[in-house]
């Protein structure tokens, strides 16, 4: 199946103009959304200075937070647009301004640029996809930040692309955007191309820069090279080969905070595909394996300890069952942890085991037909109480007490990973 969906509807009109009437903190990052998508397909976005425009964007009260975040409504005639498009967001939501995202962000690292993009998708054709590493995936997640190339080649599909062959301008104009913590992906198409990506960085903060072509499946470009341009676009630093092989790396404390320019480029006339990424301190990675690894470990934590994970010690788990330990090697380790024996108590018995963890995951007392089982296969030597916790923990009743929470991913940080 492919990985993106056509509405069937288009814009007849190869110009398509459009309006904000909302909070004017937002104008910007609605602006750079259409930018965005004019980068990279044949059909233009212009601002207009009414409601008269083709697409109204403004807020307005939807379903209440943590719930739809942004809803696009169309009119058409026949496989035409009218110019009747309305998207709104949902005024519930509580984005927050974030300088490290450069973008208002929801408290799980969805930014307000993101949702945009999707409901601009919505506007120019595309419908949801089944796929959650693309931006038309119905729910937000804070690792999917920007058009994927699905999300592109179903709406060029449509419209055709960009007939201009470069994909970020080399200014300070450009459309390109990577925060801290994350990644974008382009291509040095001619000799000479030089792709610039926004982002914001903090005074007193060191960051990586890795810009990466062929190494490790990375991408296409053999010997990328980087330099970083402070806010008025002069450059102000620069590396070839610091990284794997061919590949660029730059590490940079910023004297003042605000906006930076990466610019991504070819030794030589190369060209190629490549992938650039900014860490730091304080910078976060997001898991979206919730059936995976990182579900696994977040649900062991409410179904042993009853809380919510703490970041390092999920963290630090996450990456230990990552380069190997089994979910059965991590549940026994749980069962005899400081935590655990400071909860229970050392000598806990098989039925004062097993009621805590009815209560830590059902929040009632143990039936005598449930309890007589994991007691018959725990008393026999059947299970041992790391399967017993697995068993809690991986039940469909905790799945469908912490999946919710977490679907739209899990924050580790990165100085436990490696």
Request: with cysteine; glycine share 10%; aromatic share 12%.
């Amino acid at each position: 199946m492919s990985d993106y969906v056509l509405s069937g509807q288009s814009w007849q009109s190869g110009t398509v103009s459009w309006y904000f009437s909302g909070p004017s903190g937002y104008l910007t990052e609605i602006a750079e959304a259409f930018a965005r998508w004019d980068s990279v397909l044949s059909l233009d976005f212009v601002q207009a200075s009414s409601t008269a425009a083709d697409i109204d964007l403004s807020f307005g009260y939807i379903d209440g937070a943590y719930n739809t975040l942004g809803v696009c409504n169309s009119v058409w005639s026949g496989n035409y647009y009218t110019g009747n498009t309305t998207i709104t967001f949902d005024t519930s939501e509580n984005w927050v301004w974030s300088p490290s995202a450069g973008s208002y962000v929801l408290s799980n690292g969805v930014t307000f640029y993101s949702v945009a993009l999707h409901e601009i998708g919505h506007a120019v054709g595309l419908s949801h996809t089944t796929n959650p590493s693309t931006l038309m995936y119905p729910i937000a997640s804070p690792t999917v930040l920007d058009l994927t190339s699905w999300d592109i080649y179903g709406a060029r599909l449509i419209y055709g692309p960009e007939t201009s062959v470069d994909d970020y301008a080399a200014n300070t104009g450009t459309v390109g955007r990577v925060t801290v913590g994350g990644s974008a992906t382009g291509t040095i198409e001619t000799a000479g191309d030089n792709d610039w990506f926004r982002v914001n960085l903090t005074a007193g903060t060191t960051y990586t820069i890795n810009l990466q072509g062929n190494a490790s499946g990375h991408g296409t470009l053999a010997d990328p090279y980087l330099t970083l341009y402070n806010s008025s676009g002069q450059a102000i630093a620069s590396d070839d080969d610091s990284g794997t092989g061919y590949d660029s790396l730059l590490t940079f404390t910023p004297t003042a905070s605000g906006s930076y320019y990466v610019g991504a480029s070819a030794y030589s006339s190369g060209t190629g595909t490549y992938s650039v990424s900014v860490s730091g301190a304080g910078a976060t990675v997001i898991r979206t394996d919730i059936a995976g690894v990182a579900g696994q470990c977040y649900r062991l934590y409410e179904a042993a300890f009853d809380r919510i994970p703490d970041r390092p010690g999920l963290s630090s788990n996450v990456n230990l069952m990552d380069h190997g330990l089994t979910l059965h090697q991590m549940s026994a380790a749980f069962v005899v942890s400081a935590e655990f024996v400071q909860l229970y108590g050392s000598n806990i018995t098989n039925q004062q085991f097993v009621t805590a963890l009815y209560q830590n995951v059902l929040a009632r007392a143990p039936d005598a037909n449930g309890l007589a089982g994991w007691l018959a296969a725990l008393n026999n030597h059947i299970q041992d109480r790391a399967d017993v916790l697995i068993g809690f923990s991986e039940s469909i009743e905790n799945h469908n007490t912490v999946d919710p929470t977490i679907i739209q991913g899990i924050v580790l940080d990165p100085s436990y990973l490696n």
